[in-house]
């Protein structure tokens, strides 16, 4: 463990020194031209993704090496941000089969989630859930899929999220969760809702994101107000002023492969009747592709789509009753 720990910060160190000072990634072609809020620490935001999708962490696939080094340095960045382990520790691990009988995590494969919260300052016992899967493809034919955009970008949104409501309490407790095993049919994100579940969590909200950062057009998806129409007026509010083309959509049945609403982890919550919001951009040509890095990423499109995530998020922490009444039914 003190090895991994060690590659990890030597990880770090080593790219925090360029990460401000790249100028190959893609610009800000497609961005708003609309002041900043400036919420969001950009140069950390940026150097996240960059060692998240750096070659040492081999594309994070579940249960390798490099997703252990993955969740050694987001365990550190859950630190950094001030956040509280959910249970005794962050790390929540989940079987990846299930099997007859009672068998021993050591028996099986396991995925691991790591889990973290901020008590909220009004209702402490009402739960939002932000979630972003931090495993990949990990290597294929000797390539390796470093997932900059998927989701390498989610995960470092998500703790610029837990490093602001650290700094500014929310109303209610906010949980963040990085996830394991979405590419292996959501695993990680039913693991996590049974077990919040089991502990009696009151859980009235899921934010998920995945691929945040890789739009040429500017454009930042919100799924979920089709299942919970209460939540369309509040991101109207804040699509009308968001540096981003914040749209609406992508949740509709009839939509068939355009309906995303169970293609990401949201559908473990939606499953369980548990409203969600779902951040993401449409697929694009570095999808699931070894081209996927920070060098393909648009770096002025992902800063203002952070910034655009926390304010809705902010938004839905202060107008958290009225949309958590009733759920719409399909």
């Known amino acids: 463990m003190k090895k991994l720990l060690l590659a990890v910060a030597l990880l770090a160190s080593g790219i925090a020194a360029s990460a401000v000072q790249d100028s190959s990634r893609k610009d800000d072609k497609g961005a708003s031209a609309r002041p900043s809020s400036k919420v969001v620490n950009a140069e950390q935001l940026l150097e996240d993704v960059r060692i998240l999708s750096a070659d040492a962490m081999e594309g994070r696939a579940t249960g390798t090496p490099g997703a252990a080094m993955a969740r050694a340095f987001i365990k550190k960045r859950f630190g950094d941000a001030g956040l509280s382990p959910l249970g005794a520790s962050f790390e929540s691990a989940f079987r990846l089969s299930i099997g007859k009988g009672e068998k021993s995590l050591k028996d099986e494969p396991t995925g691991v989630n790591l889990v973290g919260y901020v008590p909220g300052k009004s209702h402490p016992a009402r739960f939002i859930v932000v979630t972003a899967h931090y495993d990949h493809l990990g290597v294929k034919?000797?390539?390796?899929?470093?997932?900059?955009?998927?989701?390498?970008?989610?995960?470092?949104?998500?703790?610029?999220?837990?490093?602001?409501?650290?700094?500014?309490?929310?109303?209610?407790?906010?949980?963040?969760?990085?996830?394991?095993?979405?590419?292996?049919?959501?695993?990680?994100?039913?693991?996590?809702?049974?077990?919040?579940?089991?502990?009696?969590?009151?859980?009235?909200?899921?934010?998920?994101?995945?691929?945040?950062?890789?739009?040429?057009?500017?454009?930042?998806?919100?799924?979920?107000?089709?299942?919970?129409?209460?939540?369309?007026?509040?991101?109207?509010?804040?699509?009308?002023?968001?540096?981003?083309?914040?749209?609406?959509?992508?949740?509709?049945?009839?939509?068939?492969?355009?309906?995303?609403?169970?293609?990401?982890?949201?559908?473990?919550?939606?499953?369980?009747?548990?409203?969600?919001?779902?951040?993401?951009?449409?697929?694009?040509?570095?999808?699931?592709?070894?081209?996927?890095?920070?060098?393909?990423?648009?770096?002025?499109?992902?800063?203002?789509?952070?910034?655009?995530?926390?304010?809705?998020v902010k938004t839905l922490d202060a107008n958290l009753q009225p949309i958590s009444n009733k759920k719409r039914s399909d």
Do not use: C
């Open 141 to 312: 034919r000797g390539q390796i899929y470093n997932g900059a955009d998927d989701n390498a970008s989610g995960v470092a949104a998500l703790l610029q999220l837990a490093a602001h409501f650290n700094r500014e309490r929310p109303n209610n407790s906010i949980i963040f969760a990085a996830l394991d095993a979405e590419e292996i049919n959501l695993v990680g994100a039913f693991a996590l809702v049974a077990q919040l579940k089991a502990e009696k969590r009151d859980l009235v909200l899921n934010v998920n994101l995945d691929m945040v950062s890789h739009s040429d057009r500017g454009e930042l998806y919100a799924a979920g107000s089709h299942h919970t129409p209460k939540l369309r007026p509040l991101l109207e509010q804040v699509a009308a002023r968001a540096p981003v083309k914040l749209l609406i959509g992508h949740d509709r049945p009839e939509q068939a492969q355009d309906d995303w609403t169970k293609q990401s982890d949201q559908y473990a919550f939606h499953g369980a009747g548990i409203p969600f919001v779902y951040f993401g951009v449409e697929n694009h040509k570095d999808y699931h592709k070894p081209s996927d890095d920070i060098e393909t990423i648009t770096t002025g499109f992902f800063v203002h789509a952070a910034e655009t995530i926390l304010d809705v």
